[in-house]
């Protein structure tokens, strides 16, 4: 954990972003580090934990993480939260909560609350468009052999 706040404070310190810091590690070690570089890569989804996951991913040469831990110096954001899922990560270590993160002004807990409203009452409009067209391809990749899942 104490490197993943290293890294939050020097990516915060450096420029890079907002205070965010994270690391992944497998069999007791350090195989990834991330920190928050949205405002200096003019990138949303460049979180902590996203870079983090981009760096293990890559060095390990798979996309699903299910051995290894995470540690990060904010509870994760849905986002994030999402992205850990879908690496497969089983365990994850935070240092300050949502509701901190809130207090200094991001919207982690704002989009939280969020999430579980119904599509047409949350803050963004959201509208059903051309489903039977876009069920083309979910129907191809049903049926598609050489299929890798995920």
Not at 126 to 131: D, N, V
Request: hydrophobic fraction near 35%.
């Amino acid at each position: 954990m104490r490197e993943a706040i290293k890294e939050a404070e020097a990516g915060m310190r450096g420029g890079k972003g907002g205070p965010f810091g994270c690391v992944i590690v497998r069999k007791g070690e350090m195989i990834a580090r991330g920190r928050n570089c949205v405002t200096s890569s003019n990138d949303p989804t460049a979180h902590a934990e996203v870079t983090a996951i981009r760096e293990a991913c890559r060095k390990l040469g798979t996309f699903q993480l299910e051995d290894c831990e995470l540690f990060t110096s904010c509870e994760p954001c849905p986002m994030c939260l999402a992205a850990i899922y879908w690496a497969r990560i089983p365990q994850i270590y935070y240092g300050n909560t949502r509701s901190d993160a809130a207090a200094i002004g991001f919207d982690d807990d704002f989009i939280y609350q969020q999430m579980p409203l119904a599509p047409e009452k949350r803050a963004i409009a959201m509208q059903p468009l051309l489903r039977e067209e876009a069920l083309t391809s979910f129907k191809e990749w049903q049926s598609k052999s050489d299929k890798v899942s995920y």
